[in-house]
Structure formats: structure tokens, C-alpha cells
């Protein structure tokens, strides 16, 4: 018995760990013959991530039987941070080892790096994440996402999330004054420079900026990151691993209660 997967590029994996350490310490990566599940919410339990890497994203993949995988985030970044982006990444844990083995072969300089890491056990509950309607579901670069969240963070704390017809509006308010910005519907092949937005009803949403900028780091995953939106939900941002079919990477934030 053995789990075994072969990833042509390490990127693919490199840049979910980078954005999920941001959140949590430690995660457990459950294993099937369908590919890789994660499920994790942070310390203070106002976030989750979820993580969907489907059979399909592995060159070679083989996982006899369901297994966990639990990892520490920081010790799993640095081994990644062994690999290029580019180089072949192979793991493999045999049934019941301590211990997952990281392979990464540069193919182009004839070059192996391999690295045991210890597996911890890890408590961990399983929340079943309903499909959600929102009233906002809007698509737009990733680069974007991640330069409004980051630029109005430097102003204050919360970030207003208001949504119409007209566009989504991204509003701070803080000690050295109120910024926004606007974003309108545009139409682009690119998915890098599109803004979708479809609006069942307007909606006006409070959230953490400190997270969604933890959130936004993920945005080397895929060109474009969706947000779903809704009256008193927790947001959705989800960002595709290069396509659909590879799976996606998803979190969640409750919404700030206004006082």
C-alpha cells in the first residue's frame, strides 16, 4: 500500500502551501483515489480553506486507499522551497511510515533534492461546506483583487464590500480618511484583465481586510479569482488551479458584525 503522485510542476503545489501557512500551522491533506482534499480553518476560527486538487492536475497519481497526510505548513515550505517552480515534484508515503518522502528532480540540470518530512496527527473536524447561493458573484484578475486589498489596508481595518448594477465598490474608512475603489463590468479575452459581475440584488458586506489580503496572496494560482457575496454570509474567494478541472483553492470569511 502506497500513496504516490507526480506533479510536473511544483508550482501547482508550491503556491497552495504558500497561501494556506498564511492561515494555519498545521493541516491535514486527506488522500483519495480521486486526488487531495483539505479542509482547514485558522487559529480563530473565522476563516477556512479548502483545497481541491482532483486526480487530473498529477502526471501520474495512485492512492490505494484513503490516507491522511498531516503536515506542518512551515516545515512543508521549506522543503518547497527546495523546488523550482519548473522542477518535477514527486511525493510518496508508504503505508503506516512516520514519514512523507519529497522528491524534486530538475530535469534540466540532471538534479535531485529529496527530503523525508515527519507527519504529525492532527485533530481536525470535517465541516460540510454547503453550496451557497449569492446574491454577488463576480469574476476579475487576481493581480487586481490583491492590489485593492493590499493598497486599502494601509488606510484601516475593514473593508465594505458594496455590489450593484453599476459595479462593486470596495470602501475603507479610517483614521486618515475614507478611500474607495470602484470596479465596472469589462469585457476582456483575457481572463486577466475581465470583470464579470451578476447581481441577483445589491449587497452591502463588512469584512476583515487582514485576511482577504492573506486570501489574495493566493493569486499566482490562476488569472482570475471569483467572489460570491451575500447578505449577512461569510464571502467566498476561489481561485481555479489553471483550470477547473485541476481542482480549486477556496476560503471563507464570516462576515464583521456591525455594532
Not at 465596472?184 to 481572463?191: A, G, L, Q, T, V
Amino acid at each position: 500500500m502506497v500513496l504516490e503522485f507526480t506533479l510536473s510542476q511544483a508550482s501547482v503545489l508550491k503556491r497552495t502551501i504558500e497561501a494556506m501557512k498564511e492561515l494555519c500551522k498545521e493541516i491535514n491533506f486527506d488522500c483519495s483515489e480521486k486526488g487531495i482534499e483539505v479542509q482547514s480553518m485558522d487559529s480563530s476560527h473565522v476563516a477556512l480553506v479548502s483545497l481541491i486538487l482532483r486526480e487530473k492536475a498529477f502526471q501520474d497519481y495512485k492512492c490505494d486507499r484513503a490516507t491522511t497526510l498531516g503536515m506542518n505548513m512551515e516545515a512543508v515550505s521549506k522543503v518547497m522551497k527546495m523546488c523550482n517552480p519548473t522542477d518535477v515534484l514527486k511525493l510518496r508515503q508508504e503505508n503506516g511510515a512516520d514519514h512523507a518522502t519529497f522528491q524534486c528532480e530538475n530535469t534540466a540540470e540532471d538534479e535531485v533534492a529529496e527530503f523525508d518530512l515527519k507527519l504529525m496527527q492532527i485533530e481536525s473536524e470535517h465541516m460540510e461546506i454547503p453550496e451557497q447561493q449569492y446574491s454577488v458573484v463576480t469574476k476579475m484578475p487576481s493581480a487586481k483583487f490583491l492590489k485593492i486589498v493590499k493598497d486599502l489596508k494601509e488606510f484601516g481595518e475593514t473593508l465594505q464590500i458594496s455590489a450593484s448594477k453599476d459595479g462593486l465598490r470596495f470602501s475603507v474608512k479610517g483614521d486618515l480618511g475614507d478611500g474607495n475603489v470602484m470596479l465596472k463590468p469589462r469585457e476582456s479575452d483575457k481572463i486577466e484583465e475581465k470583470v464579470e459581475l451578476n447581481v441577483k440584488e445589491p449587497v452591502v458586506a463588512t469584512f476583515a481586510l487582514a485576511y482577504l489580503v492573506k486570501f489574495a496572496k493566493a493569486a499566482p494560482l490562476c488569472g482570475q479569482v471569483e467572489l460570491g457575496v451575500g447578505a449577512d454570509m461569510p464571502i467566498a474567494v476561489k481561485f481555479e488551479l489553471d483550470n477547473a478541472e485541476n481542482g480549486h483553492m477556496q476560503f471563507h470569511l464570516a462576515p464583521k458584525v456591525e455594532d
